[in-house]
């Protein structure tokens, strides 16, 4: 009878699956990129303080990732975020009491509203540009240019499957 691994090294891959690495490697470059925001001198002091104070998370990210600049529906922005309306509906009502967004009338539809966002709102969107740039850059630096951009080529390809 052949020997039967240990629990420890058959519950191993629990530890280092593709999905869970990806998960720990998108939570710190999230963690990076809201870390260096908080340090931002152009980023809206109160917007910075929630940043640095851990009130904004990385689910507030997805507005930023998903806002267009012209606005969007409250349907579109949960559905390219990958989450409900009534999820995003929290997460834009919390971003509005902060001032990066506000809804104003469609006017393609008179009874529909647009998250858009505020000056300060598009100053964060900046920041955060700045921020995913410099976290990239630190991220190069660290496994070095050419698994870099094997990384990318593979995620590009595998979330365009």
């Known amino acids: 009878m ?7 090294d058959h519950d191993a891959w629990r530890q280092t699956h593709l999905g869970r690495l990806l998960g720990h490697a998108m939570r710190r470059f999230d963690e990076r990129v809201l870390s260096l925001m908080a340090h931002d ?12 104070r851990a009130q904004v998370s990385a689910a507030h990210i997805h507005i930023t990732r ?5 606005g969007s529906r ?6 390219r975020a990958g989450m409900t309306k009534q999820a995003m509906g929290t997460l834009v009502d919390q ?5 990066l967004v506000t ?6 539809d008179a009874r529909a509203r647009r998250v858009m966002f505020t000056a300060d709102g598009l100053a964060w969107l900046e920041a955060f540009r700045t ?13 070095g240019d050419e698994i870099a951009t ?11 499957a």
């Open 95 to 99: 971003c509005e009491a902060w001032g």
């Open 41 to 52: 001198a152009e980023v809206p002091l109160a917007l910075s303080n929630l940043a640095a």
């Open 2 to 8: 052949a020997d039967l691994p240990s629990s420890i």
């Open 103 to 108: 809804r104003e009338p469609d006017p393609l």
């Open 150 to 160: 094997v990384v990318t080529i593979g995620l590009e390809a595998y979330a365009a």
């Open 131 to 143: 921020a995913v740039a410099q976290a990239e850059s630190e991220f190069r630096a660290s496994v």
């Open 66 to 70: 998903h806002l267009s600049r012209d």
């Open 74 to 79: 409250l349907t579109e922005l949960a559905e």
